[in-house]
């Protein structure tokens, strides 16, 4: 019988020493979680008389969302939204509404790959905070979409105190959470200052290209904002351009929102807002003109969190397109929660 060679069995044995010595590769942190926005709601009034006296239930919103943490560099997210705005004939169909690898780089620079939000509603979105009664004005008004499949960069500029500038950065499909399917790209970029902590300022810009007959699409955006421990308001406005080949003539729009949210007791807050926007489209009835629609929104609630997770609110929202008879008036009672 042969025997192997004594440097080979030492080398072995080193190797198997070193394999149950070595610390088992630290698992990924996985939280799983989820948030939903449920209503009750009478139609007051309507432009439409069949939808007067409307009355229900409905979930507008569903997420459900997997966050991971890789390592102190590297976390991902995956998110499916539904609601009633995904209707099929079995209901909501869920689709992917986040989709991202993220890197933690040194010195507070982050790179995210994916589907994710541009930067263009978060700043606002963190200083409104009631997503659950309504958009942002850009985002109502469609003026660039609430996700992209892009690559996003953000980080701290390194002027000043710390924390008073962060850029951010993105090119995007301009397809939403769809896949490309044209060579033509959206770009983002915004600047947010902060000269104390209360107050926050944000300025923004996003520009795109069309592989039809539209040649540009040029937004210009701002926010400002004091978000106290208590109360906090701020106000937000946007201007916007869509041009054309082989024409002057341009589609444009504006929008402004002003909000306002006060603590009045423990757990109890007033909300209330009002947006005023303006809209350009091409009319119907004759080539090449355009047409100019005003419209106007107004929620007023009153919001109450028996705990930190669950949040009650009976709300009115108030909409109307200028030389519209009748208003749409909805009445309320939205529940959102977190898991």
Not at 61 to 66: F, K
């Amino acid at each position: 019988m042969r025997f192997a060679h004594p440097t080979r069995l030492v080398a072995a044995a080193l190797v198997v020493v070193a394999v149950s010595i070595r610390p088992a590769a630290a698992q990924p942190e996985v939280r799983l979680g989820g948030l939903a926005y449920l209503d009750a709601y009478y139609r007051l009034a309507s432009p439409d008389s069949a939808r007067v006296d409307l009355h229900g239930f409905t979930y507008r919103r569903l997420y459900l969302t997997t966050d991971v943490g890789f390592s102190d560099a590297f976390s991902a997210r995956a998110r499916l939204e539904a609601g009633d705005g995904t209707l099929g004939p079995r209901g909501a169909v869920p689709f992917v509404k986040d989709l991202y690898l993220r890197w933690q780089a040194p010195g507070e620079h982050r790179l995210t790959l994916g589907i994710t939000p541009p930067p263009a509603f978060d700043v606002t979105e963190d200083a409104w905070g009631y997503r659950s009664l309504e958009r942002t004005v850009m985002d109502l008004s469609g003026v660039v979409s609430s996700r992209d499949l892009g690559l996003r960069a953000d980080g701290p500029i390194p002027i000043g105190p710390d924390g008073l500038l962060r850029y951010g950065l993105m090119v995007g499909n301009n397809e939403g959470v769809f896949p490309e399917d044209d060579r033509h790209k959206r770009g983002y970029a915004q600047l947010q200052v902060r000269p104390a902590a209360p107050a926050v300022f944000a300025l923004g810009g996003t520009l795109a290209a069309f592989p039809d007959d539209r040649e540009t699409d040029r937004a210009l955006h701002a926010l400002a904002a004091y978000v106290a421990d208590a109360w906090r308001a701020g106000v937000e406005g946007y201007v916007r351009a869509l041009g054309f080949e082989g024409t002057e003539e341009e589609l444009t729009g504006a929008g402004v929102s002003i909000f306002a949210v006060a603590e009045v007791a423990d757990g109890v807050e007033l909300v209330g807002r009002f947006d005023r926007v303006r809209r350009e489209a091409f009319a119907d009835d004759a080539e090449g003109a355009v047409e100019t629609g005003y419209g106007s929104l107004a929620l007023l609630g009153v919001s109450y969190a028996p705990i930190e997770y669950v949040r009650l609110t009976p709300n009115l929202r108030w909409a109307r397109t200028d030389g519209a008879e009748d208003a749409d008036v909805l009445a309320r009672f939205t529940v959102d929660f977190s898991f």
